[in-house]
Protein backbone atom coordinates (compact mmCIF):
# COMPACT_ATOMS: atom_id res chain seq x y z
CA UNK A 1 0.00 0.00 0.00
CA UNK A 2 1.12 3.99 -0.79
CA UNK A 3 0.92 6.94 1.08
CA UNK A 4 -1.89 8.85 -0.51
CA UNK A 5 0.88 11.32 -2.05
CA UNK A 6 1.39 8.68 -4.30
CA UNK A 7 -1.24 9.49 -6.64
CA UNK A 8 -0.82 11.43 -9.75
CA UNK A 9 -2.52 14.44 -10.78
CA UNK A 10 -3.59 12.92 -13.64
CA UNK A 11 -5.23 9.54 -12.17
CA UNK A 12 -7.28 11.73 -10.40
CA UNK A 13 -8.14 13.50 -13.29
CA UNK A 14 -8.87 10.70 -15.18
CA UNK A 15 -11.34 9.56 -12.51
CA UNK A 16 -15.03 9.80 -12.95
CA UNK A 17 -16.11 8.13 -9.76
CA UNK A 18 -15.89 7.08 -6.22
CA UNK A 19 -17.31 4.23 -5.07
CA UNK A 20 -17.67 4.50 -0.83
CA UNK A 21 -18.36 1.43 1.92
CA UNK A 22 -20.06 3.01 4.92
CA UNK A 23 -19.40 0.92 7.97
CA UNK A 24 -15.90 2.11 8.99
CA UNK A 25 -15.21 4.21 6.06
CA UNK A 26 -17.46 7.50 5.58
CA UNK A 27 -19.03 6.58 9.36
CA UNK A 28 -17.31 6.48 12.85
CA UNK A 29 -18.44 3.76 14.54
CA UNK A 30 -22.06 3.90 12.60
CA UNK A 31 -21.77 8.07 13.37
CA UNK A 32 -21.72 10.52 10.34
CA UNK A 33 -19.14 13.65 10.88
CA UNK A 34 -19.36 16.69 9.57
CA UNK A 35 -15.81 15.90 7.91
CA UNK A 36 -17.04 12.85 6.15
CA UNK A 37 -20.37 14.29 5.01
CA UNK A 38 -18.81 17.79 3.74
CA UNK A 39 -15.99 15.37 1.91
CA UNK A 40 -18.82 13.96 -0.07
CA UNK A 41 -19.74 17.61 -1.63
CA UNK A 42 -16.34 18.46 -2.12
CA UNK A 43 -15.83 15.61 -4.65
CA UNK A 44 -19.23 16.18 -6.04
CA UNK A 45 -18.33 19.55 -6.99
CA UNK A 46 -15.17 18.70 -8.68
CA UNK A 47 -17.85 16.41 -11.32
CA UNK A 48 -17.41 13.21 -10.10
CA UNK A 49 -20.21 10.78 -9.29
CA UNK A 50 -20.46 9.25 -6.18
CA UNK A 51 -21.61 5.64 -5.28
CA UNK A 52 -22.48 4.38 -1.66
CA UNK A 53 -21.75 0.68 -1.81
CA UNK A 54 -22.64 -1.09 1.79
CA UNK A 55 -23.78 -4.06 3.28
CA UNK A 56 -26.35 -1.72 5.14
CA UNK A 57 -30.03 -2.89 4.22
CA UNK A 58 -31.73 -1.65 1.23
CA UNK A 59 -34.12 0.29 3.81
CA UNK A 60 -31.14 2.57 4.73
CA UNK A 61 -30.08 3.06 1.56
CA UNK A 62 -33.57 4.34 0.17
CA UNK A 63 -32.96 7.20 3.10
CA UNK A 64 -29.14 7.30 2.14
CA UNK A 65 -30.31 7.99 -1.88
CA UNK A 66 -32.95 10.35 -0.82
CA UNK A 67 -30.54 12.92 1.58
CA UNK A 68 -27.02 12.07 0.49
CA UNK A 69 -25.19 14.26 -2.30
CA UNK A 70 -25.05 10.75 -4.48
CA UNK A 71 -25.72 9.15 -7.91
CA UNK A 72 -26.73 5.38 -6.26
CA UNK A 73 -26.56 3.35 -3.39
CA UNK A 74 -25.83 -0.56 -3.59
CA UNK A 75 -27.19 -1.96 -0.41
CA UNK A 76 -26.87 -5.66 0.76
CA UNK A 77 -23.47 -6.25 -0.62
CA UNK A 78 -24.32 -4.88 -4.01
CA UNK A 79 -27.51 -7.29 -4.42
CA UNK A 80 -29.79 -4.14 -4.49
CA UNK A 81 -29.49 -1.06 -5.84
CA UNK A 82 -31.18 2.05 -5.44
CA UNK A 83 -31.02 5.36 -7.90
CA UNK A 84 -33.13 8.22 -8.11
CA UNK A 85 -35.23 9.39 -10.93
CA UNK A 86 -35.52 13.16 -11.62
CA UNK A 87 -38.62 14.39 -11.47
CA UNK A 88 -41.17 15.16 -14.61
CA UNK A 89 -43.06 13.99 -17.37
CA UNK A 90 -40.93 11.31 -18.95
CA UNK A 91 -41.24 7.99 -18.10
CA UNK A 92 -38.81 5.13 -17.46
CA UNK A 93 -35.02 5.06 -16.28
CA UNK A 94 -32.94 7.92 -16.33
CA UNK A 95 -29.08 7.05 -17.16
CA UNK A 96 -26.56 9.42 -15.35
CA UNK A 97 -25.76 11.04 -12.06
CA UNK A 98 -28.54 12.39 -10.83
CA UNK A 99 -28.75 16.54 -10.22
CA UNK A 100 -28.83 17.06 -6.54
CA UNK A 101 -29.91 15.50 -3.49
CA UNK A 102 -34.04 14.92 -2.99
CA UNK A 103 -34.66 15.22 -6.53
CA UNK A 104 -37.23 12.95 -8.12
CA UNK A 105 -38.44 9.29 -6.31
CA UNK A 106 -36.04 6.43 -5.48
CA UNK A 107 -36.12 3.26 -7.37
CA UNK A 108 -34.89 -0.20 -6.10
CA UNK A 109 -33.21 -2.25 -8.89
CA UNK A 110 -33.70 -6.19 -7.86
CA UNK A 111 -33.19 -9.11 -10.11
CA UNK A 112 -36.19 -10.92 -8.35
CA UNK A 113 -39.72 -9.64 -7.28
CA UNK A 114 -40.35 -9.56 -3.57
CA UNK A 115 -42.31 -12.72 -3.26
CA UNK A 116 -39.41 -14.59 -4.14
CA UNK A 117 -36.88 -12.78 -2.13
CA UNK A 118 -39.30 -13.06 1.10
CA UNK A 119 -39.31 -17.18 0.80
CA UNK A 120 -35.92 -17.10 0.05
CA UNK A 121 -35.23 -14.60 3.19
CA UNK A 122 -37.58 -16.42 5.34
CA UNK A 123 -34.98 -19.55 5.37
CA UNK A 124 -31.78 -17.41 6.43
CA UNK A 125 -33.98 -16.21 9.43
CA UNK A 126 -34.74 -19.45 10.63
CA UNK A 127 -30.53 -20.64 9.45
CA UNK A 128 -29.62 -17.46 11.54
CA UNK A 129 -32.00 -18.20 14.11
CA UNK A 130 -30.59 -21.13 15.09
CA UNK A 131 -26.70 -20.15 15.08
CA UNK A 132 -27.85 -17.42 17.83
CA UNK A 133 -29.22 -19.62 19.80
CA UNK A 134 -26.12 -22.16 19.95
CA UNK A 135 -23.58 -19.23 20.01
CA UNK A 136 -24.86 -16.76 22.38
CA UNK A 137 -22.28 -14.13 22.24
CA UNK A 138 -23.94 -13.53 18.94
CA UNK A 139 -26.86 -12.19 18.20
CA UNK A 140 -28.95 -10.80 15.52
CA UNK A 141 -28.09 -7.45 14.24
CA UNK A 142 -30.70 -4.75 14.77
CA UNK A 143 -31.02 -3.95 10.68
CA UNK A 144 -32.54 -6.55 9.80
CA UNK A 145 -36.19 -5.56 9.60
CA UNK A 146 -34.81 -3.94 6.70
CA UNK A 147 -33.38 -6.08 4.73
CA UNK A 148 -34.50 -7.25 1.28
CA UNK A 149 -31.72 -10.16 0.32
CA UNK A 150 -29.81 -11.53 3.34
CA UNK A 151 -29.48 -11.92 7.39
CA UNK A 152 -27.22 -10.41 9.41
CA UNK A 153 -25.48 -11.52 12.87
CA UNK A 154 -24.10 -8.80 15.07
CA UNK A 155 -20.78 -9.79 15.83
CA UNK A 156 -18.84 -6.67 16.29
CA UNK A 157 -21.22 -3.83 16.28
CA UNK A 158 -23.14 -4.05 19.44
CA UNK A 159 -21.57 -7.61 20.56
CA UNK A 160 -18.16 -8.91 20.61
CA UNK A 161 -18.23 -12.21 19.03
CA UNK A 162 -14.76 -14.37 19.58
CA UNK A 163 -13.33 -14.94 16.34
CA UNK A 164 -13.18 -18.87 16.63
CA UNK A 165 -16.86 -18.96 16.78
CA UNK A 166 -17.40 -16.43 14.08
CA UNK A 167 -15.15 -18.56 12.31
CA UNK A 168 -17.29 -21.89 13.27
CA UNK A 169 -20.54 -20.49 12.40
CA UNK A 170 -19.43 -19.76 8.85
CA UNK A 171 -18.21 -23.42 8.54
CA UNK A 172 -21.60 -24.98 9.38
CA UNK A 173 -23.34 -22.20 7.22
CA UNK A 174 -21.31 -23.14 4.45
CA UNK A 175 -21.95 -26.62 5.04
CA UNK A 176 -25.51 -25.81 4.56
CA UNK A 177 -24.88 -24.07 1.09
CA UNK A 178 -25.02 -20.55 2.27
CA UNK A 179 -23.09 -18.02 1.21
CA UNK A 180 -21.64 -15.61 4.10
CA UNK A 181 -19.94 -12.16 3.67
CA UNK A 182 -17.83 -10.78 6.47
CA UNK A 183 -17.53 -6.77 7.27
CA UNK A 184 -16.41 -5.02 10.44
CA UNK A 185 -19.50 -5.19 12.00
CA UNK A 186 -21.86 -7.85 10.70
CA UNK A 187 -22.01 -11.05 9.15
CA UNK A 188 -23.86 -11.48 6.55
CA UNK A 189 -25.98 -14.73 5.51
CA UNK A 190 -26.94 -14.21 1.60
CA UNK A 191 -27.77 -17.10 -1.45
CA UNK A 192 -27.29 -14.19 -3.53
CA UNK A 193 -24.58 -14.48 -5.61
CA UNK A 194 -23.64 -10.83 -5.97
CA UNK A 195 -20.87 -9.32 -3.89
CA UNK A 196 -20.07 -5.52 -3.96
CA UNK A 197 -17.55 -6.02 -7.01
CA UNK A 198 -20.45 -7.32 -9.57
CA UNK A 199 -23.31 -5.29 -8.22
CA UNK A 200 -21.27 -1.84 -8.34
CA UNK A 201 -19.65 -2.78 -12.45
CA UNK A 202 -23.47 -4.17 -13.22
CA UNK A 203 -24.87 -1.14 -12.10
CA UNK A 204 -22.55 1.34 -13.86
CA UNK A 205 -22.88 -0.81 -17.36
CA UNK A 206 -26.75 -0.95 -16.79
CA UNK A 207 -27.82 2.17 -15.51
CA UNK A 208 -25.08 4.53 -16.40
CA UNK A 209 -23.66 3.05 -20.02
CA UNK A 210 -20.48 2.51 -19.09
CA UNK A 211 -18.21 -0.18 -20.53
CA UNK A 212 -17.78 -2.67 -17.75
CA UNK A 213 -13.92 -3.25 -17.99
CA UNK A 214 -13.32 0.54 -18.58
CA UNK A 215 -15.46 1.31 -15.25
CA UNK A 216 -12.82 -0.64 -13.20
CA UNK A 217 -10.47 2.06 -14.02
CA UNK A 218 -12.32 5.15 -14.36
CA UNK A 219 -14.39 4.34 -11.24
CA UNK A 220 -12.02 4.73 -7.53
CA UNK A 221 -13.34 2.44 -4.49
CA UNK A 222 -13.14 3.65 -0.82
CA UNK A 223 -13.36 0.66 1.89
CA UNK A 224 -12.00 -0.59 4.82
CA UNK A 225 -12.97 -4.36 6.01
CA UNK A 226 -13.01 -8.17 4.14
CA UNK A 227 -16.30 -7.65 2.44
CA UNK A 228 -14.33 -4.74 0.53
CA UNK A 229 -11.65 -7.49 -0.48
CA UNK A 230 -12.87 -8.03 -4.14
CA UNK A 231 -13.69 -4.75 -5.01
CA UNK A 232 -10.01 -4.08 -4.17
CA UNK A 233 -9.36 -6.36 -6.40
CA UNK A 234 -11.57 -5.88 -8.88
CA UNK A 235 -10.88 -1.95 -9.30
CA UNK A 236 -7.76 -0.16 -10.47
CA UNK A 237 -7.83 2.76 -8.36
CA UNK A 238 -8.79 1.61 -4.84
CA UNK A 239 -8.13 3.39 -1.00
CA UNK A 240 -8.22 2.34 2.17
CA UNK A 241 -8.89 4.01 5.54
CA UNK A 242 -6.25 3.57 8.03
CA UNK A 243 -8.34 1.13 10.26
CA UNK A 244 -7.60 -1.45 7.24
CA UNK A 245 -4.61 -2.66 8.39
CA UNK A 246 -6.68 -4.42 10.99
CA UNK A 247 -8.09 -6.61 7.73
CA UNK A 248 -5.28 -7.04 5.57
CA UNK A 249 -5.18 -10.67 6.76
CA UNK A 250 -8.55 -11.17 5.21
CA UNK A 251 -7.80 -8.99 2.39
CA UNK A 252 -5.98 -11.41 -1.09
CA UNK A 253 -5.89 -7.70 -3.01
CA UNK A 254 -4.84 -4.92 -0.38
CA UNK A 255 -5.89 -1.48 -1.13
CA UNK A 256 -3.57 0.51 -3.50
CA UNK A 257 -3.57 3.76 -1.12
CA UNK A 258 -3.74 4.06 2.53
CA UNK A 259 -5.27 7.25 4.32
CA UNK A 260 -3.26 8.02 7.80
CA UNK A 261 -6.06 8.41 9.99
CA UNK A 262 -8.90 5.57 10.19
CA UNK A 263 -12.73 5.95 9.21
CA UNK A 264 -14.39 9.49 8.70
CA UNK A 265 -11.21 11.32 8.93
CA UNK A 266 -9.56 8.93 6.63
CA UNK A 267 -12.20 9.42 3.82
CA UNK A 268 -12.20 13.13 4.36
CA UNK A 269 -8.10 12.93 3.68
CA UNK A 270 -8.61 10.69 0.92
CA UNK A 271 -11.64 13.26 -0.79
CA UNK A 272 -8.89 16.10 0.31
CA UNK A 273 -6.33 14.62 -2.22
CA UNK A 274 -8.21 13.37 -5.31
CA UNK A 275 -10.29 17.06 -4.72
CA UNK A 276 -6.72 19.48 -4.69
CA UNK A 277 -4.87 17.10 -7.66
CA UNK A 278 -8.62 17.34 -9.90
CA UNK A 279 -8.03 21.28 -9.50
CA UNK A 280 -4.95 21.73 -9.88
CA UNK A 281 -4.42 19.37 -12.74
CA UNK A 282 -4.54 20.55 -16.41
CA UNK A 283 -6.87 17.82 -18.53
CA UNK A 284 -5.09 14.96 -19.45
CA UNK A 285 -3.56 14.67 -22.72
CA UNK A 286 -3.17 11.18 -23.10
CA UNK A 287 -4.66 7.89 -21.16
CA UNK A 288 -1.16 7.63 -19.44
CA UNK A 289 -2.95 7.76 -16.43
CA UNK A 290 -5.32 4.39 -17.56
CA UNK A 291 -1.59 2.36 -18.21
CA UNK A 292 -0.09 2.86 -15.17
CA UNK A 293 -3.00 1.05 -13.60
CA UNK A 294 -2.30 -2.45 -11.93
CA UNK A 295 -3.86 -5.71 -12.99
CA UNK A 296 -7.38 -6.18 -12.43
CA UNK A 297 -8.90 -9.39 -11.46
CA UNK A 298 -11.83 -10.51 -12.95
CA UNK A 299 -15.03 -9.79 -12.11
CA UNK A 300 -17.13 -13.12 -12.16
Not at 240 to 267: I, T
Request: with cysteine; proline share 7%.
Amino acid sequence: MQPLSRLTPDAARALAGVIFDLDDTVLDHGALTEAAYGALFRLRETGLALIACTGRPAGWGEVIQRQWPIDATLAENGAIALVREEAGPIAGPRPGPASSAGAGRVVRLDALDRDARRASRAELVALADDMVRRFPAAALADDNDQRVTDVTIDIGEHRQVPPEDVAQIRAELRERGVRTLLSSVHLHLTRDPSDKATGVVRLLSTRFGEDPTRARHRYAFVGDSGNDGVAFAAFAWTFGVANVRAHLGKLSVPPRFVASHPMGRGFAEIARQIVELRKNAPEPSSPSALRSAPHLSQVS
